[in-house]
């Protein structure tokens, strides 16, 4: 933890050097609240991320408060491609095209070369309208190797009843840029062809066809409208109410994400890219609660959501700090999240049969429930500042949303559960 916290300290102190050469970083960080934290997220044999935060925030007075975060998040390891397992080995090149991977009998196809890094740099300004109400304008910009976004934002809070209540309305709209590797793909174009003997025997062989590309990139933009209530209901209890709607228009389909065409005794023929409809409108509803006790703050929250790809989700999230000391406290975390599938999610596609106008085999799309449990311990040190340190266990668990396996695929797993542990460390200052 020293380490952390001295990289921290002259990280701080080149920014100040660069800003102001003659003020050392203690000058430049007067009136600064700063929140750093580094997170670990491992599923097992599938994805690692490696998140760091750094978060500020400072009071320029008269209520004007100005807030920003810097993000990195790096990504190593296997992501599901969407195509199912076989009781034969699969070979399937790699999104550009370039070589290919080797997929062993019996367990889902995952493409073991994923690796990414997101930067992402977030501004806030608030500041007083009047007496009782105020504004705040944002501005979001992130980058990946094959992903740009550009957002703003702005919302207006008001507040009646001596500020007991607040009513709130935001506004928010990005432009995003996808630049997949290879270039965007024909919807259904096919990219691998499987060749088997009559009989499926040894003789298997894979043949990788031209990927067929409409463009080297492609855009969508996202408009939220957010509205908010926040009542004081006594001087234990506060309340929270959101109601929010989401437009997306242009390029949502996953370009790395393929679906298998499977014959009727269940071998996989092709592998051809999905296809997603390019407009999406969500809807959510938000409650939470957090009551003071005499030992600590419970906090509860529910959130309904639902959109017109037919994706409905709940998430019950609830946290109680306990007190264990005056300067220390442990805080439980338990999550659950559950999901119907999306109208055109199909884990595979038959061979034959005439193909949809949409479809997807990423599980993500697919019905699942998933849960979060963990525990956050943190302690106030003797010059003030705040050190936590939080490790929790997640488990997600996709099902059959309704659909039929031929042949070989009854043997196989095709809904894997996705496990992975958390760890999380914070330093405030």
């Not at 491609?81 to 009781?87: I, N, P, R, S």
């Not at 889902?108 to 930067?119: G, I």
């Not at 014959?263 to 407009?279: A, K, M, V, W």
Request: aromatic content about 12%; charged content about 20%; overall charge negative.
């Amino acid at each position: 933890m020293k380490k952390t916290i001295n990289i921290t300290a002259a990280l701080a102190s080149a920014t100040c050097a660069l800003l102001h050469p003659y003020a050392s970083a203690n000058d430049m960080l007067e009136g600064w609240k700063v929140d750093t934290s580094l997170m670990y997220y491992g599923e097992t044999d599938r994805v690692t991320a490696v998140e760091t935060v750094i978060a500020g925030q400072k009071d320029f007075g008269a209520e004007r408060l100005f807030t920003g975060k810097i993000v990195v998040d790096t990504l190593t390891g296997a992501s599901a491609t969407g195509a199912v397992a076989q009781l034969t080995a699969q070979t399937v090149s790699r999104p550009s095209g370039q070589g290919s991977y080797t997929v062993n009998a019996g367990e889902t196809p995952l493409d073991n070369t994923f690796k990414d890094t997101r930067v992402q740099v977030d501004g806030q300004w608030t500041q007083p309208w009047s007496d009782v109400s105020r504004i705040t304008t944002g501005l979001h910009l992130s980058t990946e190797h094959d992903y740009y976004s550009l957002g703003f934002n702005g919302s207006y809070a008001h507040d009646f009843y001596n500020k007991n209540t607040t009513l709130s309305a935001g506004l928010a709209f990005s432009y995003d840029v996808i630049k997949p590797e290879g270039g965007i793909p024909v919807p259904f174009a096919v990219k691998t062809t499987i060749l088997r003997g009559d009989e499926y025997g040894d003789d298997d062989n894979t043949e990788n066809s031209n990927d067929l590309r409409l463009a080297d990139s492609d855009n969508k933009t996202t408009t939220d409208v957010l509205f908010g209530l926040t009542q004081i209901i006594n001087r234990r209890m506060l309340m929270q109410f959101n109601l929010g709607i989401s437009q997306i228009n242009g390029y949502s389909t996953d370009p790395y994400k393929l679906l298998s065409v499977v014959d009727s005794i269940g071998f996989t023929q092709n592998l051809i890219y999905e296809n997603r409809p390019d407009s999406r409108v969500k809807t959510f509803a938000y409650w939470q609660t957090k009551y003071a006790l005499d030992f600590g703050v419970a906090d509860i929250s529910y959130r309904y959501a639902s959109d017109d790809w037919k994706v409905n989700s709940h998430t019950l999230d609830s946290r109680l700090r306990i007190n264990l000391t005056d300067s220390s406290y442990i805080q439980p975390h338990f999550r659950y999240y559950s999901q119907s599938a999306a109208e055109f999610f199909q884990p595979f596609l038959v061979e034959g049969q005439t193909l949809p106008e949409f479809a997807t085999a990423d599980y993500r799309l697919g019905e699942m429930t998933a849960y979060t449990a963990g525990l956050k311990y943190g302690m106030e040190l003797d010059n003030g500042d705040e050190l936590s340190f939080r490790l929790e266990y997640y488990q997600q668990s996709p099902k059959n949303a309704g659909f039929t396996e031929p042949g070989t695929l009854k043997d196989v797993d095709l809904y894997p559960s996705v496990k992975a542990v958390i760890a999380q460390v914070n330093y405030r200052f």
